[in-house]
Nanobody, 122 residues
Framework: QVPLVESGGGSVQAGASLQLACAAS???????IAWFRQAPGKEREFVAV??????YYGDSVKGRFTIWRDDAQSTVFLQMNSLNPEDTAVYYC??????????????????WGQGTQVTVSS
């Protein structure tokens, strides 16, 4: 099992920015690391992923969020700008093993962090 630890969540006002970090232990350089989020009563939603083929974003965050990987630290970051109340959720990072399926589906991820809460108020 590969431990994943998220950090950087908090409570902010609309229009503010936050930067999340996901630290991974173990060998992950060949794998994708993604961010998902889940609000109460809703399904887990794909946010962004760093893949061998590039970076990909969910439609609801494209243009506002940026994902990048620091392989030297085995850490993936998510810069979130122009936050709005619809971004309120628990944010999770997840490890997508090579060949495990589509990276937009949470069903294809084996390892998950515990999540970090992001709350955006008006």
């Amino acid at each position: 099992q590969v431990p994943l630890v998220e950090s950087g969540g908090g409570s902010v006002q609309a229009g503010a920015s936050l930067q999340l970090a996901c630290a991974a232990s173990g060998r992950t350089s060949r794998d994708d690391i993604a961010w998902f989020r889940q609000a109460p009563g809703k399904e887990r939603e794909f946010v962004a992923v760093v893949s061998w083929s590039g970076t990909y974003y969910g439609d609801s965050v494209k243009g506002r969020f940026t994902i990048w990987r620091d392989d030297a630290q085995s850490t993936v970051f998510l810069q979130m700008n122009s936050l709005n109340p619809e971004d309120t959720a628990v944010y999770y990072c997840a490890l997508h093993r090579l060949g495990s399926g589509s990276f937009v589906s949470p069903l294809n991820y084996e390892y998950w962090g515990q999540g970090t809460q992001v709350t955006v108020s008006s």
